[in-house]
């Protein structure tokens, strides 16, 4: 069964521009989670996507946005890129939010954007 | 809103010795879920333990015990026999009613050869 797939793995971008990072949940997941992962720091939860529509989201600022696909799949958008966006972007996945809350969530290796 | 703290940001240990890590956390909730996660430098994170706030008993998972004390607020994580694939950081999780899981800041533990 194949994981919690990020793409791309490595990603640069000039300040001011957007990053669009993808996430494909395992089979069976339904909902989707991003954070962010500062270097050195602990994870920092982004958005939560289930079934297509966001479902909570962190302290963050509207530039960060993103979307759930029909196919569970997810896209995460940084708009306006600043310097302090540099991070490592965990996705994760798990079944639906709620119905089985004992579960834990599986992680995909991280996208790791630099902004220059 | 839930916090969790680890109050240890690095930590050692000899191989084949016992370490534990600890972890505070704070919610007004009755029901929610505790996990431990192992980050190594591979960034794959990866569940190491759970533990469901409604059962007394301490989870186990081969060499990984929780000690989960819920009126303290304290879910800590102790490594029996610690290897050297164990080095990794180490972070601590809630989960509650809202589903989103908060985390740590982490616990960057060295198993010493």
């Known amino acids: 069964e194949a994981g919690v797939t990020q793409s791309p793995t490595h990603l640069i971008k000039t300040r001011g521009q957007q990053a669009t990072l993808r996430c494909s949940p395992i089979?069976?997941?339904?909902?989707v989670y991003w954070y962010q992962q500062a270097l050195g720091l602990g994870l920092q939860f982004l958005l939560w996507y289930d079934e297509g529509e966001e479902r909570n989201r962190g302290n963050f600022p509207p530039r960060f946005s993103g979307r759930q696909f029909p196919n569970y799949s997810s896209e995460l958008n940084v708009n306006a890129l600043e310097l302090e966006d540099s991070a490592l972007y965990l996705c994760?996945?798990?079944?639906?939010?709620?119905?089985?809350?004992?579960?834990?969530?599986?992680f995909g290796s991280g996208t790791r954007l630099t902004v220059v | 809103a839930q916090t969790v703290t680890q109050s240890q940001p690095e930590m050692s240990v000899q191989e084949a010795e016992t370490v534990t890590l600890s972890c505070t956390y704070d919610?007004?909730?009755?029901?929610?879920?505790l996990f431990w996660y192992k980050q190594p430098p591979s960034r794959q994170m990866i569940l190491v333990i759970r533990?469901?706030?409604?059962?007394?008993q301490n989870a186990t998972e081969n060499r990984f015990s929780v000690n989960f004390q819920k009126a303290a607020k304290s879910f800590s994580l102790k490594i029996s026999d610690s290897q050297l694939g164990d080095t990794a950081m180490y972070f601590c999780a809630f989960k509650g009613n809202n589903n989103d899981m908060r985390f740590g800041a982490g616990t960057r533990l060295t198993v010493k050869p």
């Open positions: 089979s069976g997941h339904t909902s």
């Open positions: 533990q469901e706030a409604y059962k007394q």
């Open positions: 994760a996945s798990s079944f639906k939010g709620g119905s089985t809350a004992n579960y834990g969530y599986t």
């Open positions: 919610t007004s909730e009755n029901n929610y879920y």
